[in-house]
T-cell receptor, first 115, second 122 residues
Framework: AQKITQTQPGMFVQEKEAVTLDCTYDTSDPSYGLFWYKQPSSGEMIFLIY??????QNATEGRYSLNFQKARKSANLVISASQLGDSAMYFCAMRAYSSASKIIFGSGTRLSIRP | GAVVSQHPSWVICKSGTSVKIECRSL??????MFWYRQFPKQSLMLMAT?????????EQGVEKDKFLINHASLTLSTLTVTSAHPEDSSFYICSARGPSGHIVLAVNSPLHFGNGTRLTVT
């Protein structure tokens, strides 16, 4: 069985500070992909970043980076220099090769940026 | 980039009526689309996988006869909530795998989501 766990239901961060959102996962499949999505209050799901299980380097996309620790099965999202517009729900997700392309989501973390 | 359009964005209906939600991939062909349901302050729960030209695959616990899925073309999937009841009120969101260029079952192709439909059954 596959599982995604986000242990931080909510976080408050001061504007311009960096923030780390935690995500751990569990799968027995050696081939899998990890994703982070942002969901503003309007509801749309915005793809942020991807990390493959065989990738040697941590993924980066602008202010987003993924701290991938394969042995610990963690894929934490790091947002540098946070902005007020970063306030949203953030979901960690995983697709395993054996899961017929289905993506499962964690419970999410609500990030609030203080001015 | 890949765009998925979902319509309507919100709908209010009376108990007992049926509601149809459309999900379109605008600039790419999507042989597979996914339907998720999200209750307030909760995560997305996969309801079913919609396959073009074949029957949808439903997740355990999802009633096939209540949530009818049709994927008649490579760019359109529909979800019909039949005989809706207040407990069906939720946020429904569809998604599709990214455009061609990726291996069919490649783990790295992200899902592109529609903007969701907020259904309220009175």
């Amino acid at each position: 069985a596959q599982k995604i766990t986000q242990t931080q239901p909510g976080m408050f961060v001061q504007e311009k500070e960096a923030v780390t959102l935690d995500c751990t996962y569990d799968t027995s499949d050696p081939s899998y992909g990890l994703f982070w999505y942002k969901q503003p209050s309007s509801g749309e799901m915005i793809f942020l970043i991807y990390q493959g299980s065989y990738d040697q380097q941590n993924a980066t996309e602008g202010r987003y980076s993924l701290n991938f620790q394969k042995a610990r099965k963690s894929a934490n999202l790091v947002i540098s220099a946070s902005q007020l517009g970063d306030s949203a729900m953030y979901f960690c997700a995983m697709r395993a090769y054996s899961s017929a392309s289905k993506i499962i989501f964690g419970s999410g973390t609500r990030l609030s940026i203080r001015p | 980039g890949a765009v998925v359009s979902q319509h309507p964005s919100w709908v209010i209906c009376k108990s007992g009526t049926s509601v149809k939600i459309e999900c379109r991939s605008l600039d790419f062909q999507a042989t597979t689309m996914f339907w998720y349901r999200q209750f307030p302050k909760q995560s997305l729960m996969l309801m079913a996988t919609s396959n073009e030209g074949s029957k949808a695959t439903y997740e355990q616990g999802v009633e096939k006869d209540k949530f009818l899925i049709n994927h008649a073309s490579l760019t359109l999937s529909t979800l019909t909530v039949t005989s809706a009841h207040p407990e069906d009120s939720s946020f429904y969101i569809c998604s599709a795998r990214g455009p061609s260029g990726h291996i069919v079952l490649a783990v790295n192709s992200p899902l592109h989501f529609g903007n969701g439909t907020r259904l309220t059954v009175t």
